[in-house]
């Protein structure tokens, strides 16, 4: 009898995890993929078509304007933030700067606030008239504070890259921080003895110490941005924006199956949009040679 | 000619702490200087002051007659082996013995052909590919030499290069690095805590104590000639006993009174010291090494301490005795073992004032004889 308690126990104790993980995970995931395989209306009317909600979607023009929408606003958070961060990161790891612990709080700060009090302050930073963005530029380069950011279809990826920025610069600087942090101090004593100067020291100690770390975050920031929905949402609303410029992936998933009530035909959006994230992931893994070092 | 000096050199750290005083020290183009001194008395602040690493408080630095104070490391030239061998991590052992190369902007042909010389020369060839990482802590500090020996620097700096390896690779590097530098000539400042090391490498050893210079001299002269207890203590191993004595006023020569007991000088002419009246006047230490402690049937009954055995060591052919003088002091003794003593035994040393050392009361040594 003891022996047979002492088999069950394990699995007894890995039930709740398996179970939940069955419920919560596996079951959405499978049921997901079925769900793309038909075209429903409501949660009741369903509609087995194969692989014609895929089909679809890849001649969907709307569909691709939400993916080029995306990909601009992954690149502009990726090519602003991460250089921005690494920057702030190593300025606030040097010695010398007076009250560090102090900026790195108020850098780090827009993560401790709602997205939708963000959402709120940044609506009223990019209000047209009042707004702080066009009176500072009013007053600095005496452009027009007439200038409507989100509603001007130009305009509204840049403004949502913005505030993407303000968001989350901080949050990878901490990402950073950390990293540099571990960088071992007397690499740049040798690095100095050897002749190395700053730029040298970057390119040859920094670098390649933070290497993990930055890859990690670069790949985050990319999956991450792929998935905004939340912001755009807040600042546009349902409508995505004028001529559909603040059309996201999530955002167009979110019309199908959830306005429209399409279910299958969002959950082929959801299947693609996680493809492409994840071949997105691997190629950035590929490029970097990560997980064949000799190490 | 690289010789390099430093002036009445004084380093106060930004939390107050002065961790060198008054440092006044030469160091000879070619010359392989050890410094030595327990832990924390300032041995690699002085390096670093010298690589450029930390900034002098006050004071001259001097390279070939230069100041340089203020010349950025970059601008010295200098080559410093680190204790942890601080070698780029993600770099090849080629990369790393290249990396001072390639700063210096040297053609790659070049770079690559000094690399591989030095790299043959510290038999590191069959290594070049492999990272830090996957060598052996020995080889770790090869290449770490190799990267400093790349170049061609007015002076090498090693702190503590040996410290984290074993005490056979250690005796083993140890040889290596003295022969390596006789072979390149280039000035050497060598750091350690270990005075054997300091003794067997050094052309010219500096012993430091709380950020103070001690004394500079040839390994020999410090053996045989320190100037204070401190240094007396430090070098030689086992350490010197030092003991209270004083100097009894008598006829027929100075007679020093150690543990109760009285030791006859002889007119004083024996010892290395010069001592008129004065000066003998003065003793109140006496340092013995242990190895100096002598059969008692080769001194007179004036020259002879007596005490209990303590504790006793075998050391092969030796035995290092603990004894305890008349008065409770401690002396400890390096004596033949053809007889081993027990504890509790009660024997008479001998005291050869040939070689005996004589300090006065702030430990200075009394005047060496000349010559
Ligand atoms: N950056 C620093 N700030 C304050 N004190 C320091 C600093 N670096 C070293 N010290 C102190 O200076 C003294 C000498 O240090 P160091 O030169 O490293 O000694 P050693 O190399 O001889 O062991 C020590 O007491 C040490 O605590
Ligand atoms: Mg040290």
């Known amino acids: 009898m003891p022996l047979r308690t002492a088999r069950t126990a394990p699995y007894l104790f890995l039930a709740p995890f398996v179970l939940s993980f069955l419920i919560f995970g596996a079951y959405p995931i499978i049921r997901s993929v079925m769900l793309s395989f038909y075209i429903t209306s409501g949660p009741e009317a369903q509609h087995f078509v194969g692989l014609d909600n895929y089909l679809h979607l890849l001649q969907d023009p709307d569909f691709w304007t939400a993916v080029r929408n995306t990909a601009t606003f992954a690149l502009g958070s990726v090519l602003l933030q991460l250089p921005l961060s690494l920057g702030l990161a190593l300025l606030l790891n040097r010695a010398d700067i007076r009250g560090r612990n102090v900026f790195r709080f108020i850098f780090f700060s827009p993560n401790l606030m709602g997205l939708v009090f963000s959402a709120l302050l940044f609506m009223l930073i990019l209000a047209p008239r009042f707004g702080l963005l066009n009176a500072a530029l009013h007053a600095l380069f005496g452009l027009p504070s007439t200038t409507r950011w989100l509603s001007t279809p130009s305009l509204v990826m840049p403004a949502l890259i913005m505030v993407a920025l303000w968001l989350y610069t901080g949050f990878n600087m901490v990402y950073f921080l950390a990293a540099l942090q571990a960088v071992d101090g007397e690499l740049y004593e040798a690095a100095t003895i050897d002749g190395a100067g700053r730029w040298a020291q970057f390119w040859h100690v920094t670098l390649p110490g933070i290497r993990p770390v930055l890859i990690f975050v670069v790949v985050l920031s990319t999956i991450g941005s792929f998935q905004l929905f939340e912001l755009a949402f807040l600042l546009l609303g349902n409508s995505s924006g004028p001529d559909q410029a603040g059309l996201t992936i999530v955002m167009y998933l979110y019309q199908n199956g959830f306005l429209g009530g399409d279910l299958g035909y969002a959950a082929a959006i959801g299947w693609t949009l996680a493809l492409m994230v994840l071949l997105l992931a691997l190629v950035q893994l590929r490029i970097t040679g990560t997980g064949k070092e000799a190490r | ?371």
Do not use: W
Request: aromatic share 6%; proline share 5%.
């Open chain 2, 1 to 371: 000619m690289a010789e390099i000096a430093f002036r009445n050199v004084n380093k106060i750290y930004p939390n107050g702490f002065q961790a060198v005083h008054r440092l006044d020290l030469s160091i000879a183009d070619g010359e392989f200087l050890v410094m030595v001194g327990p832990s924390g008395c300032g041995k690699s602040t002085t390096l670093r002051m010298l690589a450029g690493l930390e900034t002098i408080s006050s004071g001259d630095l001097l390279i070939a007659g230069h100041r340089v104070n203020d010349l950025h490391p970059r601008a010295r030239n200098i080559a410093m082996v680190f204790q942890s061998y601080a070698l780029y991590p993600h770099k090849t052992v080629q990369g790393n013995i290249e990396f001072p190369l390639r700063m210096a902007r040297l053609p790659a042909a070049e770079v690559k052909t000094r690399a591989l010389e030095v790299a043959r020369m510290l038999e590191l060839e069959p290594l070049l590919q492999r990272k830090p990482g996957l060598l052996s802590g020995g080889q770790r500090q090869r290449v770490a030499m190799a990267r400093a020996l790349v170049r061609d620097p007015v002076a090498f700096l090693m702190d503590e290069p040996l410290s984290n390896l074993d005490a056979k690779l250690r005796v083993q590097m140890r040889a290596e690095i003295a022969a390596l530098q006789r072979r390149t000539g280039t000035t050497t400042v060598y750091v350690t805590h270990d005075q054997v090391e300091a003794m067997t490498m050094g052309d010219r050893v500096a012993v430091f104590k709380d950020g103070l210079l001690q004394q500079v001299d040839t390994p020999q002269q410090l053996f045989e000639r320190p100037v204070n207890t401190f240094v007396a203590g430090f070098i030689g191993s086992p350490s010197m006993n030092l003991i209270t004595a004083r100097r009894e006023p008598a006829g027929g020569g100075p007679v020093l009174v150690v543990a109760g007991e009285r030791i006859s000088l002889g007119k004083g002419m024996e010892t290395r010291f010069n001592l008129t009246d004065a000066d003998a006047e003065r003793v109140v230490c006496l340092g013995l090494r242990p190895e100096d402690v002598v059969d008692p049937q080769l001194v007179g009954e004036d020259r002879r301490l007596h005490g209990r055995v303590a504790l006793t060591e075998l050391l092969g052919r030796e035995q290092m005795v603990y004894l305890d003088l008349r008065d409770g002091t401690r002396l400890v003794a390096r004596l033949h073992a053809d007889r081993r003593l027990k504890a509790g035994e009660e024997i008479a040393v001998g005291i050869d004032p040939a070689r005996l050392y004589l300090f006065q009361a702030d430990g200075r040594a009394l005047p060496y004889r000349q010559g």
